[in-house]
């Protein structure tokens, strides 16, 4: 259930009762206990929790320097604060806070979990949440039979169905969580239909290159910065990044160029992924099992599925970034492990949407990752001890379940797009936003030249697709 909070302190007078020194008691206490940070943007009055750590770690002055958030602590942090006698049972009592006319202070507004469009959408009957889906479905539809060329319509309807979306999906499957599994099933079994006939149409709009920045900042403008946001942008920059892969395949100059940077520039780095394969054998065709395979209509809407869910397993009442290495691990891990379970046992989702749930963080097994896979691999190795992984990539189902590769393309490509994403993101609490350049030279920097994490060829592809959206977009 979506829990609501209300904040009640802030929080410098807490960490300076005398609005000089800071307590570093409070602050010791604080960070032991694990307490949440209640933080409100000054101007478009957002709300979300964080723990203090993440915060505290990223700038230990935050509550001070802040321009745009406000921080507080909720009266249920005060009172275990005041059980473990670190503030005084008056301090409570500020001088900012209004009394009401009975006397008694005046709470502002509550917090919204993922927002009142949310709870909307949660509290619809399942009948209402299919009969959505299709309308959205039906508006797609409409798009395409008119062969609207008007990209600020397909952008405009894009924008407001995919969140919508994304919600109905999420509070669907947190509506069975508590239902037997094949109860569960029963009762989502049409909402996922209707869920994948919905995604055929946005595929189908994907691959005729509508997608540009123009798509992807109004999409930004419109996030407030909750996890469905993200799940939405994830979605729609994952599709369409598909479809510029699908385009990329069909050009055979472009793969003989993708060859030649492989051996120009990545040969070690995959080498260092396969140990057990001579330099010399480090080719496209064992980076991609088969090479680099064009993806089929069917299999495309199926991995876009696992992206419009790939967050599935986040709650409302917990604020999410993933990739920050302050920010609590186990919070993080939990969401995979969560939306993978869920995933699969109370839903009938495509098996191949549920791997992306589960493998999407594996960064191709790297220490700083997690996922299922992992696991996954250690069993299946231990059962078959003579098996290893030959390839770094794949794009079947049972060989990466048999662990013939190291990862699964859809899950590969969902990592570029998800930290892209989340360092852009202009709702980050606690760092600044990354413009897409600064984004991209990070991205390199961190996670292909500092470490094995996501793939690089896919990443040089990746920066081509954004610059050809910033082309196309000026152009
Ligand atoms: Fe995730
Ligand atoms: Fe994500």
Same mark, same amino acid.
């Given at each position: 259930m979506s829990k609501e909070y209300s904040y009640d302190t802030p929080l410098s007078e807490i960490l300076m009762p005398d609005g000089e020194n800071i307590n570093k008691t409070n602050i010791e206490i604080i960070l032991k206990e694990e307490i949440p940070v209640f933080c409100r943007?000054?101007? /478009?009055q957002r709300y979300r929790l964080m723990p203090f750590k993440t915060l505290y770690e990223a700038n230990n002055n935050f509550w001070r320097k802040d321009k745009n958030w406000e921080f507080f602590l909720t009266k249920e942090t005060l009172d275990k604060l005041r059980e473990k006698n670190i $503030? %005084? @049972? /008056? /301090?409570? %009592? =500020?001088? #900012? =806070?209004k009394k009401t006319e009975s006397g008694s202070p005046q709470k502002p507004a509550v917090v919204q979990g993922f927002g009142d469009d949310y709870k909307a959408l949660a509290a619809m009957s399942n009948a209402d949440k299919v009969k959505y889906l299709s309308d959205i479905k039906n508006k797609m539809d409409d798009l395409i039979s008119k062969k609207t060329k008007d990209k600020s319509t397909v952008t405009k309807v894009m924008v407001n169905t995919t969140r919508d979306a994304v919600m109905i999906n999420h509070s669907a499957l947190k509506n069975v969580f508590d239902l037997g599994d094949a109860e569960a099933k029963k009762t989502t079994q049409t909402l996922v239909y209707t869920t994948h006939e919905m995604v055929k149409s946005y595929a189908q709009l994907a691959s005729k290159d509508i997608f540009d920045d123009e798509l992807m900042n109004r999409l930004v403008e419109k996030s407030n910065g909750t996890v469905v946001q993200h799940m939405a942008r994830v979605y729609l920059n994952g599709i369409s990044f598909l479809a510029y892969y699908n385009n990329f395949v069909t050009n055979r100059a472009a793969v003989i160029n993708m060859r030649k940077t492989l051996n120009a520039k990545y040969r070690q780095y995959y080498q260092n992924l396969l140990?057990? $394969?001579?330099i010399d054998d480090i080719v496209l065709e064992r980076v991609f099992q088969k090479g680099m395979l064009s993806i089929h209509p069917d299999l495309f809407v199926k991995w876009a599925v696992g992206f419009l869910i790939h967050? $599935?397993?986040? !709650?409302?009442t917990v604020e999410y970034h993933e990739g920050e290495a302050s920010y609590d691990r186990s919070i993080v891990v939990e969401h995979v492990k969560l939306g993978y379970n869920s995933v699969v046992n109370k839903t009938n989702y495509p098996k191949e949407a549920s791997l992306i749930t589960g493998y999407h963080h594996e960064y191709y097994g790297n220490p700083e990752g997690y996922g299922y896979f992992r696991d996954h691999l250690e069993h299946f190795q231990k059962a078959n @001890?003579? !098996?290893? @992984? %030959?390839?770094?990539? =794949?794009?079947?189902l049972d060989s990466i379940l048999e662990c013939h590769a190291l990862a699964y393309f859809p899950a590969k490509i969902l990592e570029i797009v998800d930290i892209y994403d989340s360092v852009t #993101? @202009?709702?980050? !609490?606690y760092r600044k936003a990354l413009d897409s350049a600064e984004a991209l030279t990070m991205m390199r920097e961190e996670f292909i030249t500092k470490s094995l994490k996501i793939d690089p060829l896919l990443f040089e592809l990746f920066i081509s697709y954004i610059r050809r959206n910033k082309t196309k977009q000026t152009g």
């Open positions: 943007h000054k101007i /478009a $503030i %005084e @049972p /008056a /301090a409570s %009592e =500020t001088k #900012d =806070t140990p057990y $394969i001579s967050d $599935i397993g986040k !709650v409302d @001890p003579q !098996v290893r @992984p %030959e390839y770094c990539i =794949t794009f079947d #993101d @202009p709702n980050r !609490v």
